[in-house]
């Protein structure tokens, strides 16, 4: 029988290879994967008409939103400034691909994980902040994953 009990998970934490060590997730989003699909032609019908069914095409993912709860680590940022320096030096991709995952725990104990596989930043903002509030700060890291594999 499938295992058809509803998870909820208390806390979420990201990780990125040797970059980016569980960083506490406040949010994630647009995790996904989609398959665009073609339209070729099958073969011929009655009259000489054309038949066209569509097919599959390849996969690829979607890129990949996650908030970070405020954190004294800098390894998000410094990940996402090796890999897309400012200026006029150009973007280094060359040993900057990661393997992440995304683990989220209930009581404790991991009951849901995604392998994020090939991955990089190519997007980092930092939440609004006001003096005297007492907003959490984040900072939001935009990934491009090869692959996304769920594991648990």
Same mark, same amino acid.
């Given at each position: ?50 038949? &066209? ?96 594999? &769920?594991?648990?």
């Amino acid at each position: 029988m499938p295992d058809t009990k509803l998870i909820t998970c208390s806390d979420f934490y990201f990780s990125a290879g040797s970059k980016v060590k569980d960083l506490p997730v406040q949010e994630f989003s647009n995790m996904g994967m989609e398959a665009a699909t073609t339209d070729q032609v099958a073969g011929t019908g009655k009259d000489g008409v054309k038949v &066209r069914q569509s097919k599959p095409g390849p996969v690829k993912s979607t890129n990949i939103t996650i908030v970070l709860s405020g954190t004294a680590s800098k390894s998000a940022y410094e990940w996402f400034s090796k890999v897309n320096p400012f200026g006029k030096e150009a973007p280094k991709y060359d040993n900057q691909l990661e393997d992440g995952k995304i683990t989220g725990y209930f009581d404790g104990k991991p009951v849901m994980e995604w392998q994020i596989k090939q991955c990089f930043p190519c997007k980092y903002t930092v939440s609004s902040m006001k003096a005297g509030g007492a907003e959490i700060v984040t900072e939001t890291l935009e990934l491009v994953a090869q692959e996304i594999k &769920r594991e648990k």
